[in-house]
């Protein structure tokens, strides 16, 4: 988001496969045993004029052609885009001029037609569906005056991601309902920052985690909010940290095949920024939260929030740190994280642990962790997704400058079929570029911005992608980043 603080039926054919490539191996790489896949050539999802960036991915469980992504939208003011497809990701309803999630914000991309929302901006995006094909978006919404207001809201679609709740006949729903200071004010330091969407698939319920700031010290404590109605509304949130775990952000939750909730987050423990992953389990549907147990500590964590922290090589720009991803992987009973960091060779590199059950049917046991070697390149990887197939496979998608000495940015896919021992590697994206030359409207200038998250999903046959890239020049200024959607057999 824009003012983001530092700190988710059969698959149709979709284009031609068209693209064939490999990392070239390395001394500082498992790179030789890596073989490539197949790709579609990316496709351009926004079309328009102005930057998009922060781009969810989800798929409908009774059609996987029908497909759901969103994004931080700078072509009027700031919004929250949203964009579907229903032939696999080949084509995709407009950015322009309708491509706002309605409710949210007082103005649409088209300056001539008033939104449906009472609030000056939007972003953080996320996005998933329920086992009926009902789509949900949360967006977070705020005023830029006094008193600020922040608010996490909720809209819902029956179509697909065609249409949605207009804001108006039927509001959207406040994610973030609890009595007490602060609840949608940002005065007192309460900001409601980074949400993320799981649903369960078994039951339908929806689980909401944020980090709520409260001015109090930098505490940041990780907060989940269940609806248990079809979004219609939301219980009071659940405080899933306690005492000295402090100064949190990036909380997603995923589940179990026995519906055991697993939910991670990063930690500057006392002070710093994402010293630590930790893990917690619900097994009552996120009522009650288990003590946040340790996954592993960072080297130096990446931390690409100019110019506070900006650690890679090269033109500082806005990206995602070293924020943790859990998946869970069904076929062997395991619970897997990954993230990035900086290793003593100076490149970000992506790491990978899991957490397996003591025995079959059992929950994780989150005490335990196995950690896996590093996947590195030969520039940096950073800003990874991870997804598990049904079948058991293993996708990360990250960003990846391997392939230009370094300077340029690019888009990997690493899969691996037998638990993360053994990986294969492709290029998804046809050409990399500078994040420290491309960015959102600041001003009369531009502020380097291409995210802090991707999307990607996993199905049986392929993974599928969206990332932040670049789009044709249309003014004076780099400001075009657009979503760029790819699918890949692995």
């Not at 972003?123 to 569906?129: C, N």
């Not at 619900?282 to 340790?294: I, N």
């Amino acid at each position: 988001m824009p003012l983001r603080l530092p700190r988710t039926a059969a698959l149709l054919p979709l284009a031609a496969l068209a693209l064939a490539c490999s990392d070239t191996p390395t001394s500082e790489s498992p790179a030789a045993r890596f073989t490539a896949g197949s790709a579609t050539s990316p496709v351009n999802v926004s079309h328009d004029t102005t930057a998009q960036n922060e781009t969810p991915l989800a798929a409908n469980p009774r059609n996987t052609a029908n497909l759901i992504t969103g994004a931080n939208d700078w072509n009027y003011n700031d919004g929250c885009a949203v964009n579907a497809s229903f032939d696999g990701g080949r084509s995709w309803t407009a950015t322009l001029p309708n491509g706002f999630l309605p409710g949210v914000t007082k103005f649409t991309n088209d300056p001539a037609v008033a939104g449906t929302g009472s609030y000056d901006a939007g972003g953080d995006p996320a996005i998933a569906f329920g086992p009926d094909g009902t789509a949900y978006f949360v967006c977070q919404a705020f005023t830029f005056g006094s008193p600020t207001e922040i608010a996490l809201l909720l809209s819902r679609s029956t179509d697909g991601g065609r249409t949605w709740l207009d804001g108006r006949t039927t509001p959207l729903v406040h994610v973030a309902n609890w009595q007490g200071n602060g609840k949608s004010k940002g005065s007192n330091g309460q900001f409601a920052d980074h949400e993320s969407i799981f649903v369960d698939q078994r039951t339908g319920f929806i689980y909401v985690s944020w980090v709520q700031f409260n001015g109090n010290s930098s505490h940041s404590p990780v907060l989940v909010a269940v609806s248990r109605d079809g979004g219609h509304s939301f219980a009071p949130p659940v405080r899933v940290t306690q005492g000295p775990v402090r100064n949190n952000q990036d909380a997603r939750i995923v589940s179990g095949p026995d519906g055991t909730l697993y939910l991670t987050f990063d930690t500057g423990v006392q002070g710093g920024k994402g010293t630590v992953i930790y893990a917690s389990r619900s097994g009552d549907g996120g009522t009650s939260w288990s003590t946040p147990a340790q996954v592993a500590t960072f080297n130096n964590p990446v931390c690409a929030f100019p110019p506070s922290c900006f650690n890679l090589s090269g033109g500082p720009f806005r990206a995602g740190g070293s924020y943790p991803v859990p998946a869970f992987d069904a076929t062997r009973n395991r619970l897997y994280v990954t993230w990035d960091d900086i290793a003593a060779d100076g490149r970000a590199k992506v790491y990978l642990a899991y957490a397996a059950a003591p025995a079959a049917g059992q929950p994780v046991n989150l005490s335990s962790w196995t950690m896996l070697p590093p996947l590195a390149g030969t520039g940096d990887r950073f800003e990874g997704e991870l997804g598990i197939s049904s079948g058991g496979r293993l996708d990360l998608a990250f960003y990846d400058r391997s392939y230009s000495g370094n300077t340029l940015v690019d888009v990997t896919l690493a899969s691996s079929s037998d638990g993360g021992a053994t990986w294969q590697t492709q290029r998804i994206s046809t050409a990399g570029f500078d994040p420290s030359l491309y960015g959102v409207p600041s001003g009369s200038g531009i502020r380097p911005f291409i995210g802090d998250y991707n999307g990607l999903v996993s199905l049986p046959d392929r993974a599928l992608m969206t990332w932040t890239g670049v789009g044709p020049k249309t003014g004076a200024l780099e400001t075009n980043l657009e979503i760029f959607f790819a699918g890949a057999t692995p």
